[in-house]
């Protein structure tokens, strides 16, 4: 994020770092096990901060999304691992579990999470990258759950996408922009916590 100070999974929305809503979410649904944090030497802040709250952290390279995947996959053991990046503030516990429901009867080694680009512009976002599925654009969101042997074997990976309509998977916050309007989805929601 050029436009904000420090490291992203830091930044503060309505007073709570962004990572911490995303691993509250995690941490509440149903279906989920153990949590680990993919970091990298890129953000040392983001990683004393996780082990302070006393979450797993799992160091990587840093070179790109795949390659730190891969050596997080390497120290996970489950079978199957939902991935979901720190920068999608909205998430709920209930939207993670809707994710791991499509993801049962999918019948796919890959599925990953989409919402329509309509929703995502309705929320004064810019989609990065924009898909066509059954003749409507769609937005990759970053969450998807993999087979993780598959994965780590270089297998080709049967692939699937769950398109959902839902805010809490169209805003990743990029810009400052984007941190103000996941701030005032928040705020809209009653999610005023108190700061822990």
């Known amino acids: 994020m050029r436009d904000v100070e420090g490291e992203k999974p830091l930044a503060l929305l309505l007073g709570r770092p962004m990572i911490d809503r995303v691993l509250d979410a995690l941490a509440k649904a149903r279906g989920t096990g153990r949590l680990v944090v993919s970091v990298s030497e890129n953000t040392p802040l983001t990683t004393d901060h996780l082990r302070s709250r006393g979450i797993e952290v799992v160091s990587t390279s840093g070179s ?51 919402v329509p680009a309509d929703l995502v512009r309705s929320l004064g976002a810019v989609p990065s990258y924009v898909l066509e599925e059954n003749g409507r654009e769609i937005v990759l969101c970053g969450v998807s759950v993999v087979d993780r042997e598959q994965m ?45």
Not at 176 to 184: G, H, P, S, T
């Open 64 to 114: 790109d999304y795949v390659t730190d995947l891969r050596q997080a996959l390497k120290h996970i053991r489950s079978s199957e691992v939902l991935i979901c990046p720190a920068d999608l503030p909205l998430i709920t516990s209930e939207g993670v579990e809707a994710v791991l429901s499509h993801f049962r009867v999918a019948g796919v080694s890959s599925l990953s999470v989409a």
């Open 152 to 196: 780590l074997s270089g297998a080709t990976l049967s692939q699937g996408f769950a398109v959902i309509e839902d805010e809490q998977f169209a805003l990743n916050v990029n810009t400052r922009e984007e941190l103000r309007r996941a701030e005032e989805r928040l705020h809209g929601r009653g999610a005023c916590e108190h700061i822990r």
